[in-house]
């Protein structure tokens, strides 16, 4: 069992960053393959792919709409994935989640086994 604990989202003029912290616990997490993906969902639209990382190994993925944007990591010391957001675009607005597979990186939410709550970025032109 995995739990995921998202933070950091808030409202943030275009242009500007906001730093989306994701925090992992459970009893098996340190011993298993675990991707972290993160996520996000606008209104009425289809939860997509953002950006994703390998625990072990770092190997990372974007969606093409954040690449040269957005940046994720990971600090084994505190369990914890980063999504450190640059020049954010108001279409960037969304509830960003968190989420957690065994194996490989994929970009299908179904995928995945274990999610946050979500995290709101809203961001105004």
């Known amino acids: 069992q995995v739990q995921l604990v998202e933070s950091g989202g808030g409202l943030v003029q275009a242009g500007g960053s906001l730093r989306l912290s994701c925090a992992a616990s459970?009893?098996?997490?340190?011993?298993?393959?675990?991707?972290i993906g993160w996520f996000r969902q606008a209104p009425g639209k289809e939860r997509d792919f953002v950006a994703g990382?390998?625990?072990?190994?770092?190997?990372?993925n974007y969606a093409d709409s954040v690449k040269g944007r957005f940046t994720i990591s990971r600090d084994n010391a505190k369990n914890t994935v980063y999504l450190q957001m640059n020049s954010l675009k108001p279409e960037d607005t969304a509830v960003y989640y968190c989420?957690?597979?065994?194996?490989?990186?994929?970009?299908?939410?179904?995928?995945?086994?274990?999610w946050g709550q979500g995290t709101q970025v809203t961001v105004s032109s």
């Open positions: 459970g009893r098996t997490f340190s011993r298993s393959v675990i991707g």
């Open positions: 989420a957690a597979k065994t194996g490989s990186l994929v970009v299908t939410p179904d995928r995945y086994d274990y």
């Open positions: 990382i390998m625990w072990i190994g770092g190997n990372t």
